[in-house]
């Protein structure tokens, strides 16, 4: 096939897939309709509610609006996944864990002052990511499902927060901690002292940073709002989890500071301290587990602020419904897009100015109902995602509950001496269970608008992408013709997609339609899969009917039909049921499990249909390619190939069964128990354990660039003095050597002494650096001059080596002939030289001719394979280890069924079976969990972005492409070395 053609066939096959891939993600990925309305003071409808003509409550109090303000001032303090049960004290729990009963001023408090203080469950809605909970917890809104993607980017939040109502009410915020707030707020804050907070392996920057600045600024009398973001506990639990002394001397370290900030505030502050999120017993989050959603909310006030005394059991307080209560205690507008509801037990009566115990709470929850529901008509009109069912009752909710708001408020307001009695008292209960219902609900019907998906694009996502999966098989099985079907199977399709671009654009302009672009592109795409699959089966059709009409037997005819058919459709089977199986919640809960299975059912498969053909049989065995087993069948040579693919058959089965100790557990897996192999060294507290398992990832590491090493010296790669053997032979052990420093480094306990600390910390930096510097150099040096084959003449006293390609112009298409070159230089060499009557024989020797592609390759995945352990904890290089062999046995198994098939297979020793294009993918899924990954948010292994990078990174390109190889580290070997597939071919021929 022509090569610009080629490139076209890529092109067009990329646009297909990006198509069908847009097209599903606009139905997945969906996002909330963000208004960028405000709200303000001077809102005519909140003025009325607030109770009072407008200019006499500004006279009153000149810093509230909507509702008199409690307090003057708050102190905010995040404390990073402070899970409920890490701010529960138990004082039965006689033996408490590392992150039990450490926050004992938090018990305190509550049961000595039971109306200043108060724990709260603080229930955050998913994903538990830091940015989304920011988010939430300043604006009031919910996050759609995969809000989670902007996590790696904080740009400004546009929507209506109280941080900016903070501002634009000229109330001076003071801010320390995650610098996640600035890339929210930016400019926003009277004073800032932000820290980076990428880096999950640094347990006190942060939280020190904000220790040196937090007392003096309490003290202080310039501010209003002070927010402090501490992030020690979370990075703790992202390196140690919850039940290592690292979380104990966190946990005691907050439990000192919240004692000396209660001592300082003065009585017109609150203070609230809470966690955005909460974290899984592998420390981390993401995900919507109960360890994950639920946080601790605790609230003080040097003033009594709590009527009734607590229940037993914590009450249960959305995230979201702390952005209205905060703005009304503090006398601001709630931000325009808040759907929280006002927690009520903190809006009590003043008897002095109030004769009815529940007036405050019902003018909290008028006020919270009026700006809830002018939302929803604004949002309502924008969206038009939103049930109007469900609005309809809601709205009519609403309007019952402000008549009975306003009568009750214009009953109570008639006389000065009016004391209401009974009824009204208990008008005023089921007014606040109204409004209170009508907020939850509202707050429901968004979680579940905002939550769905939109399945009809998904749908058609998945159909395109299965036709192009279909359209890729199709022209690889008709590869060696497709050039002279080039018009029907890429011209005339691409023509019919234009067309079909161009049908939709005129039709959006006649009917005035707005259409997005993607469905533009999704419409060009189906119309040129249609004029691909139209023309391929009529061209097919026209080929039977020839084929037909030479052959003679009808039933012949029919067989080679089904034959046909069953060529096209077999191979896909396996593929297409585990992509069925996709729509399954129990596959994709169990995907590791069940794609192992498919794994070595495949493989198992393989070598028994060999059994079955005959192939395995003494008496079948009748190829032309083994000149020895041709002569005698029975011979050991051929006994020794059927127990050579057994035993590799027994080698990828123990490697498929010992990978299962590496998986780690989904959240939907309640009896599930993570592999202890995902937890570094630097996590176990035993040193002869942690001593133990060092040598064992060392080991395992040795080993497999011992059997990488001996594989080159098997095939005679390492025999010439190619700078590339050179590196192979020092670059490899050295990198080697630095992992292991690097590892040793990273195992050293974090309560070590300063010196040794800081020693370790350059170590961490300048090792990492020589191990990137020195895989780029191999990847350079392989680029310049891959060729490793070596070429001895006995007649010469120099040894010779094959002329390489290094890039000049007149080289390339020589380069595309390796091994032809090779054989020229050995005919020449080999000639017959006559002196006299006496002749002069001279020897060549060829070493790694075998391998003159597959060594190269070998060479780039073991560079790759070292780059990717090294993102990896230490205690996953037995898992490449497994990786490597795995690989291997089934090159070799495959390698070897290939050549046993090839007397009834006429497609040559080259070509692929679909069996092993699906084994190989199945291969790359199985080992991305088998290397303790997992499709969720908290599985994700954040630790890989600092891995050299300890002070953090300046954007987020590098650490997100960091984190990317770490994630999808399986499927970039086994797609870098699918040329292996056919390299196993050649290498057991």
Not at 44 to 50: E, K, M, N, T, V
Not at 273 to 298: K, R, Y
Not at 748 to 774: N, Q, Y
Not at 802 to 826: C, F, Q, T, W
Request: aromatic content about 12%.
């Amino acid at each position: 096939m022509p090569r610009m053609l080629t490139v076209l066939s890529l092109c067009w096959t990329c646009l297909l897939f990006y198509a069908g891939l847009g097209l599903f993600l606009s139905g997945f990925l969906l996002v909330r309709v963000e208004l960028r309305s405000r709200s303000s003071c001077r809102d005519a409808a909140f003025s009325a509610a607030g109770g009072g003509d407008e200019e006499s409550r500004f006279s009153q109090d000149l810093h509230s609006c909507w509702m008199s303000r409690r307090f003057s001032r708050v102190v905010v303090l995040v404390i990073d996944a402070l899970r409920f049960d890490f701010a529960k004290y138990n004082p039965e729990n006689k033996n408490p864990g590392p992150y039990e009963n450490k926050l004992e001023v938090i018990y305190q408090n509550v049961l000595s002052k039971p109306e200043h203080a108060r724990l709260f469950q603080f229930r955050a809605d998913p994903p538990t990511t830091t940015m989304q909970r920011i988010k939430g917890m300043t604006t009031g809104t919910l996050p759609t499902f995969i809000d989670v993607g902007s996590n790696f980017a904080s740009s400004a939040i546009q929507e209506d927060n109280l941080i900016q109502q903070f501002v634009q009410n000229k109330k001076k915020v003071i801010f320390m901690g995650d610098d996640t707030w600035e890339g929210l707020f930016p400019n926003s804050f009277f004073k800032s002292f932000p820290f980076p907070s990428f880096n999950v392996k640094d347990l006190h920057t942060v939280d020190d940073g904000i220790l040196q600045h937090i007392y003096t600024t309490v003290e202080g009398s310039e501010w209003d709002v002070l927010i402090a973001h501490f992030l020690g506990v979370d990075h703790c639990g992202h390196r140690y989890g919850p039940h290592h002394p690292a979380m104990a001397e966190k946990l005691s370290q907050m439990d000192k500071m919240l004692r000396s900030v209660i001592g300082q505030l003065q009585n017109d502050t609150l203070l609230v301290v809470l966690g955005d999120h909460g974290m899984t017993d592998m420390g981390d989050h993401g995900g919507d587990s109960e360890g994950e959603v639920n946080a601790a909310l605790f609230i003080y006030s040097p003033l009594p602020l709590f009527e009734t005394k607590p229940a037993e059991d914590p009450e249960v307080v959305s995230q979201i419904d702390l952005v209205p209560t905060l703005a009304l205690l503090l006398g601001i507008p709630i931000p325009y897009s808040n759907i929280g509801m006002v927690m009520v037990d903190m809006f009590t009566s003043e008897p002095k100015l109030d004769n009815n115990q529940y007036f405050q709470q019902a003018k909290a929850l008028h006020i919270n109902a009026i700006q809830v529901n002018r939302f929803l008509e604004s949002y309502s009109y924008a969206a038009k995602d939103l049930p109007m069912k469900k609005l309809k009752y809601l709205k009519e909710l609403f309007s019952t509950a402000m008549v009975e708001y306003n009568d009750l408020v214009t009953n109570l307001h008639i006389s000065e001496k009016f004391v209401p009695d009974q009824d009204h008292h208990i008008r005023f209960q089921k007014l606040l269970i109204m409004l209170q219902r009508y907020l939850r609900e509202t707050k429901e019907m968004c979680q579940e608008s905002w939550a769905r998906f939109n399945p009809a694009h998904m749908l058609c996502g998945i159909v395109l992408l299965a036709a192009t999966c279909a359209h890729c098989f199709l022209v690889s099985e008709t590869a060696s013709t497709f050039e002279s079907l080039y018009k029907r199977l890429l011209l005339y399709p691409v023509i019919w997609s234009l067309i079909a671009g161009l049908t939709v654009n005129i039709w959006m302009l006649i009917s005035g339609i707005m259409v997005e672009p993607l469905i533009i592109c999704c419409w060009m795409a189906i119309g040129s899969h249609v004029g691909f699959h139209w023309n391929f089966w009529r061209s097919k059709r026209n080929n039977d009917h020839v084929a037909n009409k030479l052959t003679k037997s009808p039933n012949a005819a029919t067989q080679q039909k089904w034959k046909s058919w069953l060529k096209f459709f077999v191979p896909l089977g396996i593929p297409l049921l585990r992509c069925v199986a996709m729509f399954s919640n129990s596959f994709v809960v169990t995907e590791g499990q069940v794609v192992s299975f498919l794994l070595k059912s495949i493989v198992t498969f393989t070598v028994l249909k060999l059994k079955w053909d005959g192939k395995l049989t003494s008496y079948s065995l009748n190829t032309t390619f083994v000149p020895e087993l041709q002569k005698n069948p029975g011979s050991i040579s051929y006994k020794r190939e059927s127990f050579y693919l057994i035993g590799f058959l027994v080698v990828f089965l123990l490697c498929v069964l010992f990978s299962n100790n590496f998986y780690n557990c989904r959240e939907e897996l309640a009896n599930c128990e993570p592999s202890s192999f995902l937890k570094p060294l630097s996590t176990l507290n035993n040193s002869q354990e942690r001593n133990f398992h060092y040598i064992l990832s060392i080991s395992s590491l040795a080993v497999l660039v011992y059997l990488i090493r001996k594989w080159f010296l098997h095939y005679g790669n390492l025999n010439s003095s190619h700078l590339v053997v050179f590196f192979v032979r020092l670059g490899f052990p050295f990198i080697v050597f630095c992992l292991f420093c690097y590892w040793a480094v990273s195992a050293v306990p974090e309560e070590t002494s300063m010196k040794l600390r800081d020693l370790t910390k350059k170590i961490a930096v300048v090792v990492p650096a020589i191990v990137f510097g020195l895989i780029i150099t191999g990847f350079l040096i392989v680029l310049w001059n891959p060729i490793t084959v070596f070429i001895k003449d006995s007649g010469q006293s120099d040894e010779t080596c094959v002329p390489s390609y290094k890039g000049s112009p007149g080289m390339e298409v020589d380069s595309l002939h390796v091994i032809p070159l090779i054989y020229r230089k050995m005919q020449q060499s080999m000639k017959i030289h006559f002196s006299g009557n006496q002749a002069e024989a001279r020897t060549v020797a060829a070493y790694g001719l075998g391998t003159v592609y597959s060594a190269a390759l070998l060479t780039v995945l073991a560079l790759l394979t070292l780059l990717l352990i090294m993102l990896h904890n230490e205690r996953m290089s037995l898992a490449f280890l497994l990786l490597f062999l795995e690989g291997f046995s089934f090159l070799e198994i495959h390698g070897t069924a290939r050549n046993l098939s090839l007397q009834s297979d006429n497609t040559g020793y080259f070509s692929v079976p679909w069996y092993a294009v699906t084994a190989w993918a199945f291969l790359a899924t199985q080992f991305f969990y088998a290397t303790g990954h997992q499709p969720t948010f908290p599985a994700i292994q954040w630790n890989a972005a600092f891995v050299g990078f300890i002070d953090g990174h300046s954007t987020n390109i590098l650490p997100a492409l960091l984190v990317g190889m770490n994630t999808f580290a399986s499927h970039i070997l086994f797609a870098g070395s699918w040329m292996s597939l056919v390299a196993a071919l050649a290498i057991c021929s």
